[in-house]
DNA sequence: ACATTAAAGTTGACGGGTCAACCAATACAG
DNA sequence: CTGTATTGGTTGACCCGTCAACTTTAATGT
């Protein structure tokens, strides 16, 4: 994992001339920030929901009913976040939990009828905001930009990154 | 041990089965995530120092004596975020600041020798760890993947998204 | 000059997100 | 069968990040 001496130059240019901005984590958390709150606005007036509760109810409605390890585990989300967002869900009657017979650890999840309902409502909306996403790039940045992340991902589970 | 991304993408089922996934934004929010504890990881072993709080300390050791307002404008930072971790960096001894003495609003901030230590030996360590994670990638993918990061930005701040 | 408005920074409140301690139930080893 | 390890899930602690209220000081306008 050599550097050319060309590449080296143009960071080093790059870095004194505008610090952070041009970073590559800093731009990433940036564009990540305002995707968020994009999706916070819509969500909100869409069906009064936060983005992270959305993930909860599109998480129920897409997998069946499952527990919620299996929910954690699949979308890579800290279960003490999911635990009490859940409480909440279920507060507001959009999801109900059974106990599983064999298992008296694990809650089965499913949505009730206006959990149902709010799923319905709110996934094509942002199946839509996603397409617009897309559609700002052409298929083969889009392709691109896929691979990028999935080489950055693995980057970032290096622990030793040259150093 | 966990999964790579490549993996965990072979597990996911149908397209529209699983919604989470594939969509665009949760795979950045994820990459950013990850690239975020890294950096916290590198910063902590090298330094003991949070990534907000070398952010604060790179900003105004590559900026400049300058005061805050100009150093969160250019970062896109939260005035109280900058505030409250500025007064941290300031009990440890890694910046000073002096009242203007035109405007007696502003403090003109200044690393200490300790903070300009500190920003000397991080600096590189992160200058080559965004080398590392550029070099993961091929120039062109680079150029697209800054580009796609422009369109998503702008994308992210349109109201109105053909929904 | 005085009142109004704006800017710089501090502080409080709150949700998101991570980590670790903890409890209850199960699996497992001897 | 019994003690131990593991797993599912809840809770508490803590930092990041955003937003808004507020104080102090400067700019503006009449």
Redesign the pocket.
């Known amino acids: 994992m050599t550097k050319s001496p060309i590449q080296q130059a143009e960071d080093a240019d790059a870095f004194f001339a505008q610090p952070l901005h041009q970073f590559l984590t800093y731009r990433l ?2 564009v990540q ?2 995707l ?2 994009q999706a ?1 606005r819509i969500l909100s007036a869409a069906a009064d929901i ?4 959305w ?1 909860i109810i599109a998480l129920i409605g897409s997998c069946g009913d499952t ?7 699949r979308a ?13 869900l279920m507060k507001r009657g959009m999801v109900t ?1 059974r106990e ?1 017979k ?8 499913s949505l009730t009828a206006d959990g149902q309902a709010l799923y319905q409502k709110v996934l094509p909306i942002m199946r839509a905001r996603q397409r617009a996403l897309r559609s700002a790039m052409t298929k083969s940045e889009l392709d691109v930009l896929h691979r990028a992340l999935d080489k950055l991902e693995i980057a970032a589970e290096k622990d030793d990154l040259d150093l």
């Open positions: 958390s940036r920030a305002k968020n709150t916070q936060s983005l992270i509760q993930r527990h919620a390890g299996e929910l954690t585990r890579a989300l800290d279960k003490g976040l999911f635990s009490r967002n859940l409480k909440t939990s599983d064999a298992d008296h650890r694990i809650a089965i999840l």
